[in-house]
């Protein structure tokens, strides 16, 4: 089977996951509440096809010309987390997972970043309070989330999560149906109840509010299906999730396709597509994906294009690392 097959037999895959899911509403959906200019579409794209550093002047220029709005900063955020996860992805367990990482040079560079984004959306929202800003201040504290959670920093990455969910909450408040502030509360929501018990520990002497993870994934399967920023975030976490925690592959590679259909030449959702197919013992679709990994061509950008990327991942070493776990998984195929 054709990958270009493979990926026509979505709308089957999804109409299975959306009968598994929970309270699914056959309503329509209503409009995304956040309406994002040409630039940080145009930064979007590229970070999720697969190229963040030709994200990042992009991002920058909305910096530039907006310097009290926090989008471009965030967005800035958002290319420097996708190279860090690749850098930190490997196989464990049989899955290809971004597990466990070091403190990086350029850590605090990207956590100040992280700051200055949630300053700004806390300057406007002393002006006007407004979910957009809400949602955008939310994203900050996710980014600080992420990296927090990368290094194992259980303590700060609680405290950062928790902000996050105080901010979404705020956003639903004034807006009940922001697709975004639901997608960032659904993350919270399912891995509160769903991770170790470390963080189980936390809550109890940091006084972290609790989880609903059936609930989770309600609110994030509207904030993949109507979000404007958090969208293709949280569509990459639920499908992880779901493979990782809760073994639904088939649920798990419904969610994940779409992101494929968008964004082919990302080589993050083409090992995870072929790491789901490999779970359900489709050997011959998993070695497709794993081989269209090894037939991508490096992006257009170049560490010029990305001073500031930090030396252990610059642009082409994330597609290289990339081949190399699909050369591992195809070694392991039978």
Known sequence: MTLSLHLRRFPALLLLALLLSPRVSPAPLPAPSLTLPPLALQARDLIYNGDPAAAIPIARSLEQSQPAQPLGFLLEGEAEWWQRYCSATEIKYGMVEAWTHSKDPGDEAYLALADHAISLAEA??????????????GFG??????????????????RAGVAARSEMLRALQLDPQNPDALAGLGIYNYYVETLSPIVKFLRIFMGIPGGNKELGIEQMQQGMARGAILDVDVRFILARALRQYDQKYGQALAIALPLLSRYPRNPEFLLLAGNLNAELGRSSEAREYFQAVLHLQPPSSSAASCPNCSASSPPHSCLAHSRDLANSFLAGLH
């Open 124 to 137: 406007q929202l002393a002006k006007s309070d407004t979910p957009e800003m809400h949602v955008y201040a």
């Open 141 to 158: 504290y996710a980014l600080k989330t992420r990296v927090y959670g990368l290094r194992g920093e259980n303590h700060n990455a609680a």
